[in-house]
């Protein structure tokens, strides 16, 4: 007999350990917690959604080529949101779409798995991974004729998850395919989606390191004895007085702006002599060895644990985090998220306190004294900077906040003992609006090496590029160039 073949009423308890995948039976019991009915899905109808998205533009036209080529195929074809929204569906099998009509997946309809228990899209986007659930291995018996497999789209910017690619098909038809063709379709809208970001680089996938936190290293979760602005020490405040007080502590704000860094030296102030453990939300892949290695931590005296992106976290590991921290009895924990809605419910209902961590845009009399601060980290002494040098770090945008930073003066301080303009990357001295080819990139970085150059005139400048002056000054608008003079 099939393993899944016991309606999931009985499964959810009596399924023998080791039968059934971990995330699905962890699916099965967070959809009875849910109240899901069990014998046919309640429709949820929303019927609104934001179809000027780039998600949502981008994710149409990946479907829509992709259906081209299965137009005579027993599947249908659908995108949803973050919330798992259905926001369109194609399929050329007539006999299909009726029956999905009836169990209500259609557009503007709701299939979290909140909302409609185990399915492929809702397990997808609950864990953020690609995921196939069969026939009877959904929760709802009226899902059990389908197959679906689904695959979470992430924002190659910003690492938020903006949805998932849903296939469906009949339960008796082959699925082989269907999960390969749903991760390369969510592969494709995000790299649409990144070919129209404005220029945007991608957000590095996550790795998982676990650090201890030592004085000498540059990583988020450091700390740095310097000196900064009034906002920046309002939100430490807000951090210290929360862990003193031994509540769970979430910093909020932008990745990169030093979410972690508050929340290591918070945890200094209040225990000066006690270590501190800094986890990042690894990829899905590599979620169980991750809780493997670094959470029996959680059990050892004077530890204080930062878990950095938990809103990257699956709800399956969120689960058994919040079962960890419970069970380790008043050892100091915070985390960081760049929104409170995107904490998975286990870990949110944890949270006792949120500090607000503004972006280094906000902040900007902190971005002199932070480089001046990194390049002594980096070199071992004080660097010096000119003022032009200065003039151009204080007046970039910092998209990438202090992480960016980070980046910019280590470049820097490993060319030149003095920094000057010519030493920053030439993404701090220019600021076009649309991400450039390979070509234009390699243009505009010769044409600000060529600028930065001391003796340099535009004359110069201009027979050096081989270019006319006009075109120099045409190229110059054209990257919007701003090079400050010393």
Request: glycine share 6%; net charge negative; proline share 6%.
């Amino acid at each position: 007999m099939d393993e899944y073949a016991v309606p999931a009423r009985a499964r959810v308890h009596d399924a023998p350990l080791g039968t059934v995948p971990r995330r699905l039976m962890a699916s099965w019991r967070r959809s009875e917690d849910y109240g899901v009915p069990l014998e046919e899905i309640q429709p949820v109808f929303n019927g609104t959604f934001d179809d000027e998205s780039l998600f949502f533009q981008c994710g149409r036209e990946v479907l829509a080529d992709l259906h081209r080529t299965l137009a005579s195929e027993p599947v249908s074809l659908m995108l949803t949101d973050a919330d798992g929204l259905l926001l369109n569906r194609l399929s050329g099998d007539h006999s299909l779409l009726r029956a999905l009509d009836a169990v209500h997946l259609a557009p503007g309809f709701s299939y979290s798995e909140r909302e409609a228990g185990t399915n492929g899209l809702g397990l997808a986007l609950a864990d953020r991974s690609p995921t196939v659930v069969k026939a009877e291995q959904h929760y709802a018996l009226s899902l059990c004729t389908y197959t679906c497999a689904a695959a979470p789209v992430i924002d190659p910017v910003t690492g938020r998850l903006e949805g998932a690619v849903n296939l469906t098909t009949w339960s008796k038809s082959s699925s082989e395919l269907l999960l390969a063709l749903a991760q390369s379709a969510a592969r494709a809208t995000a790299s649409l989606m990144l070919a129209r970001a404005q220029g945007h680089r991608p957000r590095p996938a996550p790795r998982g390191e676990v650090f201890r936190v030592e004085a000498p290293r540059l990583e988020p979760g450091a700390g740095t004895d310097v000196e900064l602005s009034a906002a920046w020490v309002e939100a430490l405040g807000l951090a210290v007085d929360g862990l003193a007080a031994g509540r769970v502590v979430a910093a909020l704000g932008e990745s990169g702006s030093g979410r972690s860094t508050l929340l290591a030296q918070a945890e200094r102030r209040v225990r000066p002599r006690d270590r501190i453990l800094a986890a990042s939300a690894p990829a899905p892949q590599d979620v169980e060895a991750w809780l493997s290695l670094w959470t029996p931590e959680l059990t050892k005296p004077h530890t204080g644990i930062v878990m950095r992106d938990v809103d990257a976290l699956p709800v399956w590991a969120a689960e058994q985090l919040r079962d960890l921290i419970q069970a380790a009895h008043g050892v100091p924990v915070s985390m960081t998220a760049e929104r409170f809605e995107d904490i998975p419910a286990p870990l949110a209902l944890l949270v006792e306190s949120v500090v607000p961590v503004p972006a280094l845009r906000d902040r900007p009399s902190d971005i002199l004294p932070l480089a001046r601060h990194i390049a002594r980290r980096l070199r071992g002494r004080d660097v010096a900077f000119t003022a032009a040098a200065d003039r151009a770090l204080g007046d970039h945008s910092w998209r990438g906040n202090v992480e960016e930073l980070v980046q910019v003066v280590r470049h820097a301080v490993n060319h030149a003992d003095v920094i000057d303009v010519r030493h920053l990357s030439p993404t701090v001295l220019a600021g076009s609006s649309r991400r450039l080819s390979r070509i234009e990139a390699f243009e505009r970085d010769e044409i600000i090496r060529v600028l930065t150059h001391s003796a340099t005139s535009m004359k110069d400048a201009a027979d050096e590029l081989g270019m006319s002056r006009a075109t120099v000054y045409r190229k110059i608008a054209q990257y919007d160039i701003h090079i400050p003079k010393g």
